[in-house]
């Protein structure tokens, strides 16, 4: 069946790089105007704008009320994203944070960056327990997380890295001229 449109959410000042849902009911943006804003898509109206990032927000991620994004600012923030508060600012890499993710019930959050690391987060310290050099000569464009795994992307190879041990347990080349934009990792029931 074809699928209507029901409303055009419009609100950022420039391009929307990513979007998450949060439910069935909000739908949470980032955009290159450096605001994430939080959607009612049932009424089609902005609920609430988070400032506080100064470079474009290339990623966010939500689960449950927290929220992670990372920026051309070089941070993670970590948001209640349905009070609309800033939890924290994370600080550690040393360019562009292009990609996070988020495993709430751990409280911990990740960040891929142009620095070629992954961070892996305490949201509740807000702090970092552990970083990974990725090699390579790419910048980080995408990362998932899924039981001590995370799997990332720079363009050209795609890697599956264990956390516990640090170590890169899979790399792939991508062939041809395609480029990879995004990876996503989950477990399979």
């Given at each position: 069946t074809a699928h209507k449109k029901t409303a055009t959410l419009s609100g950022h000042a420039r391009a929307v790089w990513s979007l998450n849902f949060l439910s069935d009911k909000f739908l949470v943006s980032a955009s290159h105007d450096s605001n994430i804003k939080?959607?009612?898509?049932?009424?089609?109206?902005?609920?609430?704008?988070?400032?506080?990032?100064?470079?474009?927000?290339?990623?966010?991620?939500?689960?449950?009320?927290?929220?992670?994004?990372?920026?051309?600012?070089?941070?993670?923030?970590?948001?209640?994203?349905?009070?609309?508060?800033?939890?924290?600012?994370?600080n550690g890499h040393t360019k562009s944070v292009f990609t996070v993710d988020i495993h709430q019930e751990d409280n911990v959050g990740f960040s891929g960056s142009s620095d070629k690391t992954v961070r892996v987060w305490n949201l509740t310290r807000l702090e970092c327990i552990v970083v990974l050099p990725v090699q390579g000569?790419?910048?980080?464009?995408?990362?998932?997380?899924?039981?001590?795994?995370?799997?990332?992307?720079?363009?050209?190879?795609?890697?599956?890295l264990d956390i516990g041990t640090k170590k890169l347990i899979y790399q792939q080349d991508t062939l041809g001229e395609s480029k990879v934009t995004s990876v996503s990792l989950r477990q399979l029931y």
């Amino acid at each position: 069946t074809a699928h209507k449109k029901t409303a055009t959410l419009s609100g950022h000042a420039r391009a929307v790089w990513s979007l998450n849902f949060l439910s069935d009911k909000f739908l949470v943006s980032a955009s290159h105007d450096s605001n994430i804003k939080l959607w009612n898509i049932q009424r089609g109206q902005c609920y609430r704008t988070l400032s506080g990032h100064t470079g474009p927000v290339w990623m966010v991620k939500c689960s449950k009320s927290t929220a992670v994004s990372g920026s051309q600012d070089c941070t993670v923030k970590v948001w209640n994203i349905i009070k609309g508060k800033l939890i924290g600012t994370l600080n550690g890499h040393t360019k562009s944070v292009f990609t996070v993710d988020i495993h709430q019930e751990d409280n911990v959050g990740f960040s891929g960056s142009s620095d070629k690391t992954v961070r892996v987060w305490n949201l509740t310290r807000l702090e970092c327990i552990v970083v990974l050099p990725v090699q390579g000569s790419l910048p980080i464009l995408s990362l998932s997380h899924c039981n001590g795994l995370i799997a990332l992307n720079t363009g050209q190879k795609i890697s599956l890295l264990d956390i516990g041990t640090k170590k890169l347990i899979y790399q792939q080349d991508t062939l041809g001229e395609s480029k990879v934009t995004s990876v996503s990792l989950r477990q399979l029931y």
